[in-house]
Nanobody, 124 residues
Framework: VKLVESGGDLVQPGRSLKLSCTGS????????IGWFRQAPGKERDWVAW????????LYSDSVKGRFTVSRDYAKNMIFLQMVSLKPEDTGVYFC??????????????????WGQGTQVTVSS
C-alpha cells in the first residue's frame, strides 16, 4: 500500500504546475491528505492539508494564496495546483495519508502512508 505522486517538472518562475497523488491499493476517501516538500539538504516541510470530506484545507504561510489542494473521489486522486511558482518552491513534493490518529497535520511522522515524491524545479 502506498501513494503515487506525479506531475513534477522544471518550470520558470511565475509559471504554474499541477501535481497529482493517487492511492495504490488504497482508497483515499477516508484519509486526511497532506502535501510536503523537501529541498536538498533540508527537512521535509508541510505545505498543505485537506480533510477527508474535502470541506477543509490549510496551507503553510509560504504557499498560501498560490497553492490549492483538492480531491477527486471518483478518480481516487488528490491534486495540488501551484501558481506563481518561485525558485524557493523547488524540492521533492510528497503526498501523505493520515488516519483518525492524526492530530498534527504539519508533522510528517503522524502520517501513515507516503509516496515516493515528484521533483519540482523552479528556475529560469
Amino acid at each position: 500500500v502506498k501513494l503515487v505522486e506525479s506531475g513534477g517538472d522544471l518550470v520558470q518562475p511565475g509559471r504554474s504546475l499541477k501535481l497529482s497523488c493517487t492511492g495504490s491499493r488504497l482508497t483515499l476517501d477516508y484519509y486526511d491528505i497532506g502535501w510536503f516538500r523537501q529541498a536538498p539538504g533540508k527537512e521535509r516541510d508541510w505545505v498543505a492539508w485537506i480533510s477527508p470530506d474535502g470541506t477543509n484545507s490549510l496551507y503553510s504561510d509560504s504557499v498560501k494564496g498560490r497553492f490549492t489542494v483538492s480531491r477527486d473521489y471518483a478518480k481516487n486522486m488528490i491534486f495540488l495546483q501551484m501558481v506563481s511558482l518561485k525558485p524557493e518552491d523547488t524540492g521533492v513534493y510528497f503526498c501523505a495519508a493520515g488516519d483518525s490518529t492524526l492530530t498534527r497535520i504539519f508533522a510528517p511522522d503522524e502520517y501513515k502512508y507516503w509516496g515516493q515524491g515528484t521533483q519540482v524545479t523552479v528556475s529560469s
